[in-house]
């Protein structure tokens, strides 16, 4: 479909690329990584047509359409919503006037061989114009425009009025709805709430479209991607799978590297030992020459850079009141619009507490309430003893001094800090030598977002309230960030569509829909398979009911009867015994079939995974890249496997879930 071939791409003194080669095929679900300034935008401009190479050649199937998403968007307006997302490009019309012509041709009474030719022809026109959804675009669009989270009363608004988030929804329906050969999309899941992006993970995967997919979000690589392409300092390297097995893989290559350049390494030691044991041997002196030969010949391998281990040193935080902040019969509203009311809600100490819901729900509102940002208008907010608040935003960025350095930004909260410790701690926020002297002005949007998450952490707040810190963050800052909270030893209340940073952040999950919020234990992954009963139905506009187990209750005081006297010394009586033992046999009876069960489930997710991991394997092979009919043929076999370890994991999952509660009772 696409092919680059020894591209080769330059600005100023930088080569971004330095001759990568890249085949995009039919099934192709390509996953674009690597750190922000890697030449992620440069690569997709060049398979648009948008940036011409300096050396190499681009190569596009004739009539090949390509549907485009861009980080950011330019206003539009005089538009509504769902006339942007109808609006499909002028395929539709084509395909509609040329129906006309076949209608008008076969009326014309034609021979017989031309009326057959029409007939086919008619019928593959009406095919595309039904794929395209000619006769129900309208349908499909309010259908895709409730998918990204619009409301019906916003299908008629103008697109003008519309935030940069929800402009780029309007545009990524219109890209869905107008069918095109690949898909390319830039950092789709900035803007899009946890239901919209399940509902997006899900459209791509079925999409027959290729796909080439710019993401720093690792959750949504692996759910829609089959290869990963990576950019590492002007290179190009491709691996079969999703971005968990290009870690694992991406490792393997490292090794690999590794021991070739040390193999090397020893081979130039070896050689130039020979030369300085035989310089002088007049007898020697061809085999010296050919070793010198050999070393100026020889193109020299240089060591892989390795992911750092990332230690931090964080300030001390003092110990809050065991209640942090609370919430008690607030009330909330905007314009009318009530948000809560009569809301009840407590933060104790050591919560750390991930905010999930649909955008519009109030999330942002209530950590603007636990932070005291903003005032309710009725009810009270309490704040317990000695708790000392860390608040990060957006608009957090706007608040740096664009005349200071980063050293000296850092250095307006540090008080008394040695200098080489502040280094130290930019050091680990990946501002590295010269890094700290740039001036905020000229820092990228994630160089400032972890300006201010330093800022914030070297202040030792005992609260944190984050709102999507990691927006503007690639991977590798994304890591830090994880590894700051993790590390950290204070109270957490956060607000991210990064599943797996709530994984590994969070211990409760706080669900916000209709003016409600429920509290539920664990991370993103708990809540997802065991408290969240009810998936989104297509269309939905009301967040999906969500239920949650009630807090523990102590368990009853056992009361003692004179008349059982014998219970009451600890004997038992020949009734006590045999209602026991039937309870037993009871108990045992419901665990063994569920015993037998989960160990046959458990043999099929071993097989499953055999599968999986055998076709990875075959995935990796460099002969694999270079046919494309076995790849496709891997991709979909890949696919499947993946699907049926899903469906196997996740019946496992419910069979675990009932055995351990029916070994609860029989304790």
């Known amino acids: 479909m696409i092919a680059l071939h020894q591209i080769k791409k330059t600005y100023g003194r930088q080569e971004v690329l330095k001759g990568v080669s890249l085949q995009v095929g039919p099934g192709d679900r390509l996953g674009l990584v690597g750190p922000n300034g890697a030449g992620k935008s440069t690569l997709l401009g060049l398979l648009l047509g948008r940036v011409e190479p300096d050396q190499g050649e681009v190569f596009r199937a004739r009539g090949l359409r390509m549907g485009y998403l861009p980080q950011e968007l330019l206003s539009l307006t005089g538009q509504t919503v769902l006339g942007l997302a109808m609006d499909t490009g002028d395929r539709l019309g084509e395909l509609e006037a040329e129906l006309k012509d076949v209608h008008r041709e076969l009326a014309a009474n034609p021979g017989e061989q031309q009326t057959a030719e029409l007939l086919a022809r008619q019928g593959q026109l009406m095919t595309l114009f039904e794929g395209l959804g000619g006769y129900d675009l309208e349908a499909r669009a309010s259908k895709v425009l409730a998918g990204l989270g619009f409301r019906q009363d916003q299908f008629h608004q103008d697109v003008g009025t519309l935030s940069g988030g929800w402009l780029m929804r309007a545009a990524l329906a219109r890209i869905l709805l107008s069918a095109p050969d690949i898909i390319l999309l830039d950092e789709p899941t900035n803007h899009l709430d946890l239901e919209s992006l399940l509902w997006l993970e899900g459209q791509l995967t079925a999409s027959p479209a290729s796909l080439i997919l710019v993401s720093h979000d690792r959750v949504f690589l692996d759910k829609v991607v089959n290869r990963i392409v990576e950019l590492d300092k002007g290179q190009l390297y491709v691996y079969g799978g999703n971005y968990s097995e290009y870690e694992a893989q ?54 892989p850079e390795s992911d750092q281990e990332i230690r931090f040193e964080l300030p001390q935080t003092d110990r809050s009141a065991q209640v942090v902040v609370e919430l008690l019969d607030v009330d909330m509203a905007y314009d009318d619009n009530p948000v809560y009311q009569g809301l009840n809600f407590t933060v104790q100490r050591g919560d750390r507490l991930a905010l999930l819901g649909r955008n519009g729900q109030g999330k942002s509102t209530l950590l603007k309430l636990l932070a005291g940002l903003v005032r309710p208008q009725g009810g009270r907010r309490l704040v317990g003893g000695r708790v000392k608040l860390g608040v990060f935003s957006q608009h957090s960025l706007e608040d740096l001094h664009p005349d200071n350095t980063v050293l000296e930004e850092l250095g307006t909260v540090c008080g008394l800090m040695p200098l080489s410790r502040q280094r130290s701690l930019l050091g680990t926020f990946l501002f590295k030598g010269d890094d700290v002297f740039k001036k905020v002005r000229v820092l990228s949007g994630g160089e400032r977002s972890r300006l201010v998450i330093a800022k914030l952490l070297v202040t030792a707040p005992n609260f944190l309230l984050l709102d999507e810190p990691t ?76 239920e949650c187990p009630a807090p523990a209750q102590p368990a009853p005081l056992a009361v003692v009867n004179d008349k059982n006297e014998a219970a009451a010394g600890g004997r038992k009586t020949a009734d006590q015994k045999r209602a026991e033992a039937e309870t037993r046999n009871a108990l045992y009876k419901k665990i063994k079939p569920l015993k037998d069960k989960l160990a046959k489930v458990e043999a099929e997710v071993e097989q499953a995974t055999a599968e999986l991991d055998a076709l990875v394997a075959q995935m990796v092979e460099p002969e694999a890249y270079n046919d494309p009919e076995r790849w496709t043929a891997l991709s979909k076999d890949h696919d499947a496997a993946k699907a049926r370890l899903q469906k196997v994991t996740e019946r496992w999952e419910e069979l675990a879930l009932k055995l351990e509660e029916a070994q609860d009772q029989a304790s």
């Open 250 to 303: 991406r490792e393997s290559r490292r090794k690999a590297q590794e021991k070739a350049y040390y193999a090397q390494q020893e081979r130039i030691r070896d050689m130039q030992n020979f030369i300085d044991r035989n310089r002088s041997r007049k007898d020697r002196a061809k085999q010296v020459q050919a070793r010198l030969k050999a070393l100026d010949n020889m193109e020299k391998l240089t060591l």
């Open 471 to 546: 927006n503007h963050l690639d991977i590798s800052s994304r890591r830090i960030l994880e590894k700051a909270l993790q590390e950290y030893q204070g109270t957490i209340v956060l607000i991210s569509h990064d599943r797996h940073l709530i994984n590994v952040v969070a211990n409760k999950v706080a669900y916000v829909a209709g003016g409600q919020v429920t509290l539920c234990p664990g991370n993103y992954d708990d809540f997802f398979r065991l408290w969240r009963k009810k998936p989104l139905a297509e269309g939905q506009e009301e967040p999906a009911p969500v």
